[in-house]
Nanobody, 120 residues
Framework: QVQLGEPGGGLVQAGGSLRHSCAASGRTDSSSAMGWFRQTPAKEREFVAA??????RTYYADSVKGRATISRDNATLYLRMNSLKPEDTAVYYC???????????????WGQGTQVTVSS
């Protein structure tokens, strides 16, 4: 089992920056890749970014490319987002799984989610 813990989110003004973190514990060796997804009440959970175990491969959704950076330090996952927009408002989830992919079904473990609100 892998447990993923995410600290609380926050309220940010448009144009600002935010860094998410997610700490993995438990059998982290069984889940190599990690990713970030987000969801709003009006939309299905959508891919944001993913990173391989070694950190050598990263993928980004077009909606955040150029504004987001995913990174990891051993079992802690980070997502830094700059130039935040109101449409970035969502609950952000971290996930862990065997494949570095944008498919949410490929991830076995999920954090509890953290709300991020971007005000205009």
């Amino acid at each position: 089992q892998v447990q993923l813990g995410e600290p609380g989110g926050g309220l940010v003004q448009a144009g600002g920056s935010l860094r998410h973190s997610c700490a993995a514990s438990g059998r982290t060796d069984s889940s190599s890749a990690m990713g970030w997804f987000r969801q709003t009440p009006a939309k299905e959970r959508e891919f944001v970014a993913a990173i391989s175990w070694s950190g050598s491969r990263t993928y980004y959704a077009d909606s955040v490319k150029g504004r987001a950076t995913i990174s990891r330090d051993n079992a802690t996952l980070y997502l830094r987002m700059n130039s935040l927009k109101p449409e970035d408002t969502a609950v952000y989830y971290c996930a862990a799984g065997p494949r570095c992919t944008y498919y949410n079904t490929a991830y076995d473990y999920w954090g509890q989610g953290t709300q991020v609100t971007v005000s205009s």
